[in-house]
């Protein structure tokens, strides 16, 4: 039975395919966010029940919906077994997007509960965590190890989401919990985009394909695979640093603005505005 997206090493059809692992999965994760807000035992420090504003809900639907996107046929089939350009899109959308929304989606309440959330709010934990698990499910050897079989493609996504768990909780932990000023989230955020850069390099300038799952693949529209590997170079670069850029730019005007209106709040009024 196919429940996982792995390679296949069939010819690629659009013919849409079944993958209930996927589907588990994900309502596994939605049905965690229903319970952990309805549960008795997460409340509010008034004692009532922990309730997402709108936004953080909109939040969490998105970054679930792209996480499902990219997990399920098509793009889960044609990145786990026919084009690592695909592949390496996956990994962006889930790192940079995905697992940023759902993380903004859960309510400070809950993202503030436990020793393992205030111990991954460290930059050390998180920048490590990140560039570790990118680093080796990037070596060609694991990679084609592991996308070969349903587990092994798995273990690679649940490893892809770990990852961009610790890169994101230093960034978004809640107050409480939060170990880093928000100037040094900027600065973390920028260290950020500098793992990534070596695999994207190997990937753009190689003169031969570095993955055997791809190279060997049936070919998906004629696209060689060459140019397949040079095109998610890039896209690991190209397209996750101006995410990063974005997320930095949002970081600083919202400590600019907080800094503006403590600044505010602690300068002694003027006559004229005494007297209005």
Request: glycine content about 8%.
């Amino acid at each position: 039975m196919t429940w996982w997206c792995a390679a296949t090493n069939r010819d690629w059809s659009w013919a849409w395919r079944p993958y209930p692992g996927v589907w588990i999965f994900v309502l596994a994760i939605l049905a965690w966010y229903v319970w952990s807000l309805r549960s008795g035992s997460l409340l509010t420090a008034h004692g009532s029940p922990i309730a997402p504003r709108a936004p953080r809900l909109a939040s969490f639907v998105v970054g679930l919906a792209l996480l499902w996107s990219c997990l399920d046929w098509p793009l889960g089939a044609l990145g786990a077994g026919y084009l690592l350009s695909i592949h390496t899109t996956q990994y962006v959308i889930i790192t940079c997007v995905a697992i940023p929304l759902l993380v903004v989606g859960i309510p400070p309440e809950l993202r503030s509960r436990g020793r393992v959330s205030r111990f991954m709010a460290g930059p050390a934990a998180g920048l490590l965590g990140y560039t570790g698990i990118m680093a080796v499910t990037h070596i060609p050897s694991v990679s084609d190890t592991l996308m070969a079989t349903q587990v092994g493609s798995l273990v690679v996504d649940l490893a892809w989401i770990t990852g961009a768990l610790a890169l994101w909780w230093p960034v978004l932990a809640p107050d409480g919990v939060v170990r880093i000023s928000p100037p040094l989230r900027v600065g973390y955020l920028f260290l950020a985009t500098i793992p990534p850069t070596i695999p994207a390099a190997f990937m753009v300038f190689a003169d031969y394909p570095l993955y055997a799952t791809y190279e060997l693949a049936p070919r998906v529209a004629g696209i060689a695979a060459g140019s397949d590997q040079q095109s998610a170079g890039l896209i690991m670069k190209a397209g996750a640093d101006p995410l990063l850029w974005i997320a930095m730019a949002i970081v600083f005007f919202r400590w600019q603005r907080a800094e503006d209106a403590a600044e505010r709040q602690s300068r002694p009024l003027s006559p004229q505005e005494t007297a209005s």
